[in-house]
C-alpha cells in the first residue's frame, strides 16, 4: 500500500529538478540569449548547485538543444490539415508566452553554432510540415510559414511592438488563417 | 570654367567618408549586431580615424540611427497600393541583401536601446502601411504585414536557412502576394 504522504522516488525527485532547470533555462535563455545565459545564473535560478546542472546535462549547448526541443512542435498534422496543425499551434504561443520559442528566437541570431542546432533541430518539423503540403514548392512553403510564425513570435514577445503584443490570440489568428491557407493549398487553377 | 580633373569640395569629400563609415556600420551592425559593433571597429573597416566617426556623427547611438534610417522604407504608397508597395520593397530586399534591415534585426533583439530606437524611428513607415489599409484593425494588418517581412529577412539572410536563402525573389514574391493582399484588403463579405 501507498503511504498517503508518500515521498517521491529518486527518479521522480530527478525528473521535477530537471524540470525545474528547464524552465529557468528557457527562461534566461529567451531573455538573454545563448552567449549571455551560464550554467550558473541557470543554477541559481533554479535553485541548485551548478554542478548538478552539468551533472544532468553535460554541457551548455545540451542544456540549450534540451530546453528548446519543443519549440517548433506541431504535433501530428492530418490528410491536407497543415493550415489548422499551424494555427492551433500559434494560437497556443500567442496564449501562453513561448519560453523554448523564444529562447530559440533571441538565441540564434546571436550565436552561430545556437543557430546551427537549431537549423538540425528544427529539420523533422519542417520535413512533416513539407510532406502536408501538396505543391511542388512545398518545402519553400514551409520555410516561408516557419519565418512568418518566428516573425510575429518575435515582434510580439522579444520587441513587444504595441499593437501586436495587445492584440488578442484571436484576432491574430483570424487575420492569418487566409494568408496561412494560400501557403498551405494550390489555388484549383494552378495546377500542383 | 570647372577644371577637367576638377577636385570633390569639402562638402563632397564629408559626404563620402560619411557614406563610406555609414557602409561599414551598417555591414557590421548586421554581422555583430549592436552590443559587439564598436566605433573603432566601423572607423577601421571605413578606413578613418575613430575620432573622425564620433565627430561625424556623435556616438555609437546616433550612428546606429543613421545607418539603418532607410531599413523599412516602403516609398510612396498610392491609394489601394499597399500590396504593392510592400512587395515592391521586399523584392528589393530580396534581391539586394539589405544591410540596413539586417542591421536592425540583429541588434534590436540583442539591445534594448537599439529596439526602443528602431520602434520609434519605424513608426512613420508603420503609420503610413496602416493609412494605406482600409480595415478598421488596419495598425495590427499592418504590424503583422511587417513582422511576415522581417521574419522572412531574418531567416533569408541572418540564418540562412537553405531553401529561403536558395530560392529566387520571383518565388517568394509569388507565395506571399495572396498572403500580403489578404492582410492589405477586406473581404467583400466582410463589412470594414
Redesign the interface.
Known amino acids: 500500500m501507498t503511504e498517503p504522504t508518500a515521498r517521491p522516488t529518486r527518479a521522480q525527485q530527478r525528473r521535477l529538478t530537471e524540470d525545474r532547470i528547464l524552465t529557468a533555462a528557457r527562461q534566461l535563455f529567451a531573455e538573454l540569449?545563448y552567449d549571455r545565459t551560464t550554467i550558473r545564473a541557470v543554477a541559481s535560478a533554479a535553485g541548485v548547485d551548478a554542478g548538478l546542472v552539468m551533472h544532468y546535462f553535460g554541457s551548455k549547448d545540451l542544456l540549450f538543444a534540451r530546453a528548446t526541443e519543443t519549440a517548433d512542435d506541431l504535433g501530428e498534422i492530418g490528410p491536407g490539415g497543415a493550415t489548422e496543425a499551424l494555427l492551433t499551434s500559434l494560437g497556443q504561443r500567442l496564449t501562453d508566452e513561448p519560453e523554448a520559442s523564444l529562447a530559440v528566437?533571441?538565441s540564434?541570431?546571436?550565436n552561430a553554432d545556437a543557430?546551427d542546432r537549431?537549423?538540425t533541430a528544427a529539420q523533422p518539423q519542417l520535413d512533416q510540415l513539407t510532406n502536408a503540403i501538396p505543391a511542388p514548392?512545398a518545402?519553400?512553403?514551409?520555410?516561408?510559414l516557419?519565418?512568418?510564425?518566428?516573425?510575429?513570435l518575435?515582434?510580439?514577445y522579444?520587441?513587444r511592438?504595441t499593437?501586436?503584443a495587445d492584440?488578442s490570440p484571436d484576432?491574430?489568428i483570424t487575420?492569418?488563417r487566409?494568408?496561412f491557407e494560400?501557403?498551405t493549398t494550390t489555388?484549383p487553377d494552378h495546377p500542383a
Open positions: 540569449g528566437l533571441r540564434m541570431l546571436t543557430a537549431y537549423r514548392d518545402a519553400l512553403r514551409a520555410s516561408l516557419s519565418a512568418i510564425i518566428h516573425g510575429v518575435a515582434e510580439r522579444l520587441l511592438l499593437t501586436l492584440a484576432q491574430i487575420l492569418l487566409p494568408c494560400s501557403l489555388p
